[in-house]
């Protein structure tokens, strides 16, 4: 078997792992990178509601609201908003975040926002997804996610 055939068995292998997840575990790794992906372009083009430029418009309502209430903790507890510790206004707890995001390089900054779509998917699938099977599958989505149809 040539290396070519043996990588082929492995990425069809992997595609339908993914494919027979169930839609709603599917919707959670969606939403984690979805999510992350706008924080990226928010540090990149800085808006005013911050909440609405990074929540995506296709998931659920009760998915949203929860987003918009637990994002600015969860940052808290990632230690992205130090300086603003006493905040309560969610924009305000994720411009700083968004702050300290800019500040770190390369794979400090990666780190921070892969921990960050691995928690929001966890959320997202309603805690069907423990950290190791979520880190796994969020990785090979965004791997593949422009293959994914």
């Not at 790794?29 to 083009?45: A, L, P, R, S």
């Not at 637990?70 to 700083?96: F, G, H």
Request: hydrophobic share 45%; aromatic share 8%.
């Amino acid at each position: 078997m040539s290396l070519g055939t043996f990588l082929k068995k492995i990425w069809e292998g992997i595609k339908d792992l993914f494919d027979g997840l169930l839609p709603e575990l599917k919707q959670a790794i969606h939403i984690g990178v979805t999510v992350v992906e706008n924080i990226k372009n928010v540090i990149d083009n800085p808006v005013v509601d911050i909440l609405t430029a990074i929540i995506p418009t296709d998931i659920d309502d009760k998915v949203k609201e929860w987003l918009r209430a637990e994002l600015p903790n969860i940052l808290k507890k990632l230690k992205l908003v130090e300086a603003c510790s006493d905040e309560t206004d969610p924009n305000r707890i994720l411009q700083c975040a968004l702050k300290t995001l800019e500040e770190l390089d390369g794979d400090f900054k990666s780190a921070f926002l892969h921990d960050l779509s691995i928690l929001i998917a966890q959320v997202a699938a309603d805690g069907k997804l423990d950290w190791k099977d979520a880190t796994y599958l969020l990785q090979w989505y965004y791997d593949h996610k422009a293959t994914i149809k």
